[in-house]
């Protein structure tokens, strides 16, 4: 064989080998995991990329972590597809499928909370507060208006209580974070606030907390979804659930995929588990 007859054959392998590689379907498809902005960039991608990896080598797919600049910016990718799938808080979850078609794949579990959260309402020990009712013509602070355990559960349990949540308490401005609320309380710039119940045992080493009491508990509420978008494949979200089911919570071999993320692991889920927080959210203005 002549040397111009192997770099015939050479070259056509090339051309035919670029054709196949650029037919539709013949390219693994690339799948963009949309992680809620509740961190900077760097920090979410350091806490999920051990589980993008995990969900690529279950799935044989790459999955790419897509990070929004906002939680109205991830809301907004959702409805515009531009992710695969979604990892975000319950409100969120809940808001976004209002405008789009969102199926929730797997429910969190993580380390401190499990897979079912609540809020708390915290006051001084020497405010005079001793109940939820006592809140009356006081001044309440709270996370934000997109934060569940630190705003929206809250806003039913003060409903439930019996006050009217648009008259009988002024709300500060948003304190942005629970360790922000945390301090208002207990420097008395507010009377009372709405937080995460595992974030006051966060602030010990930052001021007394034995100097705060906790008035009131709001009901449990299902955890953060993994979700599917509409653009998504039915047979992709499939595997992807049995990937994350495959994840039990406090499995030690679970550890290095999911301990930078504060996680134990996955259960079922379903979007009816969601409706009492529906409820929530509508007494809060945020649905």
């Given amino acids: 064989m002549n040397r111009g007859t192997i770099r015939m054959i050479v070259s056509s392998a090339v051309v035919a080998f670029a054709v196949m590689a650029f037919q539709p379907g013949a390219a693994s498809a690339e799948i963009k995991f949309g992680a809620l902005p509740r961190l900077s960039a760097g920090e979410l991608q350091a806490m999920y990329s051990p589980l993008a990896e995990y969900l690529s080598r279950e799935t044989g797919e790459k999955f790419t972590i897509v990070v929004p600049k906002d939680f109205d910016a991830f809301k907004a990718a959702v409805k515009a597809g531009q992710m695969d799938v979604g990892f975000a808080n319950p409100l969120i979850y809940v808001q976004a499928k209002e405008k789009s078609n969102l199926e929730p794949l797997a429910l969190a579990s993580e380390v401190k909370s499990g897979t079912r959260l609540r809020g708390i309402i915290i006051v001084r020990k020497d405010s005079g507060i001793a109940k939820v009712q006592d809140l009356k013509g006081k001044k309440l602070i709270f996370v934000?208006?997109?934060?569940?355990?630190?705003?929206?559960?809250?806003?039913?349990?003060?409903?439930?209580?019996?006050?009217?949540?648009?008259?009988?308490?002024?709300?500060?401005?948003?304190?942005?974070?629970?360790?922000?609320?945390?301090?208002?309380?207990?420097?008395?710039?507010?009377?009372?606030?709405?937080?995460?119940?595992?974030?006051?045992?966060?602030?010990?080493?930052?001021?007394?907390?034995?100097?705060?009491?906790?008035?009131?508990?709001?009901?449990?509420?299902?955890?953060?979804?993994?979700?599917?978008?509409?653009?998504?494949?039915?047979?992709?979200?499939?595997?992807?659930?049995?990937?994350?089911?495959?994840?039990?919570?406090?499995?030690?071999?679970?550890?290095?995929?999911?301990?930078?993320?504060?996680?134990?692991?996955f259960i079922p889920v379903t979007d009816k588990e969601y409706d009492e927080l529906r409820k929530a959210a509508k007494v809060a203005g945020a649905l």
């Fill in 144 to 265: 934000d208006n997109d934060s569940a355990a630190g705003y929206v559960f809250q806003m039913l349990l003060l409903s439930k209580a019996g006050l009217d949540v648009n008259r009988d308490f002024t709300v500060l401005p948003f304190a942005k974070k629970h360790e922000n609320v945390t301090a208002a309380v207990f420097n008395k710039t507010a009377d009372a606030g709405g937080i995460r119940e595992d974030e006051l045992d966060k602030m010990k080493d930052k001021l007394d907390v034995s100097q705060i009491r906790i008035v009131g508990y709001t009901d449990y509420f299902p955890n953060w979804p993994f979700f599917a978008t509409a653009k998504l494949k039915p047979e992709m979200a499939s595997k992807i659930r049995a990937a994350l089911l495959k994840l039990k919570p406090n499995d030690p071999q679970n550890e290095k995929i999911l301990g930078p993320a504060r996680l134990t692991g």
